[in-house]
C-alpha cells in the first residue's frame, strides 16, 4: 500500500504561483495512476488533474486548464502540481491521490476509488 504526503501549500496572492508535491512510500510508485483533488468547507472533494503511470497523458478539470500542470517524477517517487495564474477561488485543501492503474488514459474526475490518500495541504489565494 503506498503512502502520501503532500507539500507545498501555503498562501499566495492573486496571480502568484505554487508548486505542490506529493511524496510516495511504501509501494511500487510508477504502477500507480495519481490526481489531485481539492476541497473546501463548502464543497465535496473536487477532481483537479490526472495523470497516467508514465506520465504521458494528463487531464484537467476546465476551471485549471492553462494554469495549472500535473507531472511526475517516478525515479523520484514523487507527483506535482504546478500552480501558476493563481485566483482566491482555487483556495482550499489539496489531496493527491494513487490508484494501481496501468491505463493509457488519465483516471476519469468521477471515479474516486483511489488505493490511498495523502493527508492534504492548505493552498489559500488573497485577493
Known amino acids: 500500500q503506498v503512502h502520501l504526503v503532500e507539500s507545498g501549500g501555503g498562501l499566495a496572492q492573486a496571480g502568484g504561483s505554487l508548486r505542490l508535491s506529493c511524496a510516495g512510500s511504501g509501494g511500487d510508485f510508477s504502477s500507480f495512476a495519481m490526481a489531485w483533488f481539492r476541497q473546501t468547507p463548502e464543497n465535496d472533494r473536487d477532481y483537479v488533474a490526472s495523470?497516467?503511470?508514465?506520465?504521458?497523458?494528463?487531464a484537467y478539470t476546465d476551471s485549471v486548464k492553462g494554469r495549472f500542470t500535473i507531472s511526475r517524477d517516478n525515479a523520484k517517487n514523487m507527483l506535482y502540481l504546478q500552480m501558476d495564474s493563481l485566483k482566491p477561488e482555487d483556495t482550499a485543501v489539496y489531496y493527491c491521490?494513487?490508484?494501481?492503474?496501468?491505463?493509457?488514459?488519465?483516471?476519469?474526475?468521477?471515479?474516486?476509488?483511489?488505493?490511498?490518500w495523502g493527508q492534504g495541504t492548505q493552498v489559500t489565494v488573497s485577493s
Open positions: 491521490a494513487a490508484d494501481r492503474f496501468y491505463g493509457d488514459t488519465p483516471l476519469s474526475p468521477s471515479y474516486l476509488g483511489y488505493d490511498a
Open positions: 495523470i497516467t503511470w508514465n506520465g504521458r497523458n494528463t
